[in-house]
């Protein structure tokens, strides 16, 4: 993706209300960039600021995210503008951890699996279920995949909409860039209408502009089209 565009992050959340965003990409000329933003909510006001910890100031995020470039020789100056924020979701903005253990569990005992622990289930989460399937068990059966998915979403579909705990400072990131003007969407191997209804549950569905998930693409992520789709709607 050309810099300056779209903007796509996996957050590294620390203390609430820091996020840190990070970005490595090539410009229309070929150059090598990365890019670190830290962006920072506070609690009362919601009021977005880029903090540049090379010079050490913040400054007010109006509407597209100034990034501060930097190469090998250290930062260039200046700022890249972004039009669009798209976010991951899984361990980005929330966890599900739990209700897709529990999915990971029925689906896999319901085919004659042990039940998986928990830090396995997490060491597959991000991928494709049909993927995550193959990965615990070497099974590539096309059926038996599509028969995992039924049995996980028998039990993990409900249980994400309840129970989807969103990392603190979250909700204040998404509603303060849409309301400073930003374009959000969310870019995810989750069922698009999942992340809807988590977002609806916590009243930020209209904090997001778009989501983008597994069902509404040919080739989900890694595959870029998700990306694609996003940049040619918004």
Not at 31 to 36: F, I, K, P, R, S
Not at 39 to 55: E, I, M, N, P
Not at 84 to 105: H, K, N, Q
Not at 109 to 132: C, H, K, N, Q, W
Request: charged residues 25%; neutral net charge; aromatic residues 8%.
């Amino acid at each position: 993706l050309e810099v300056g565009v779209v903007l796509y992050i996996r957050l590294v959340h620390f203390a609430p209300p820091l996020w840190c965003l990070h970005y490595t990409g090539k410009t229309a000329r070929g150059q090598t960039l990365a890019a670190d933003c830290f962006l920072w909510y506070d609690r009362k006001t919601c009021v977005g600021t880029h903090h540049d910890a090379s010079a050490g100031t913040q400054t007010p995020a109006q509407g597209r995210i100034p990034m501060h470039p930097r190469n090998a020789n250290g930062w260039t100056g200046g700022n890249i503008m972004f039009k669009a924020v798209c976010f991951d979701f899984d361990y980005t903005l929330g966890d599900c951890t739990d209700s897709i253990v529990a999915g990971f569990v029925h689906g896999l005992t319901g085919l004659g699996f042990p039940a998986p622990d928990r830090e396995t289930v997490r060491g597959t989460i991000g991928y494709m279920l049909e993927d995550s399937y193959t990965m615990l068990t070497g099974d590539r059966d096309p059926d038996r995949q599509a028969r995992f998915r039924a049995l996980f979403t028998e039990v993990a579909r409900e249980r994400q909409i309840r129970e989807t705990i969103l990392f603190p400072g979250a909700p204040e990131l998404l509603r303060g860039l849409r309301t400073r003007g930003g374009r959000t969407a969310i870019v995810s191997t989750k069922r698009g209408d999942t992340i809807e209804l988590i977002l609806e549950s916590h009243g930020l569905r209209d904090a997001v502009e778009m989501v983008v998930g597994s069902a509404d693409v040919k080739r989900p992520k890694p595959d870029p089209e998700g990306l694609r789709t996003v940049m040619a709607r918004l």
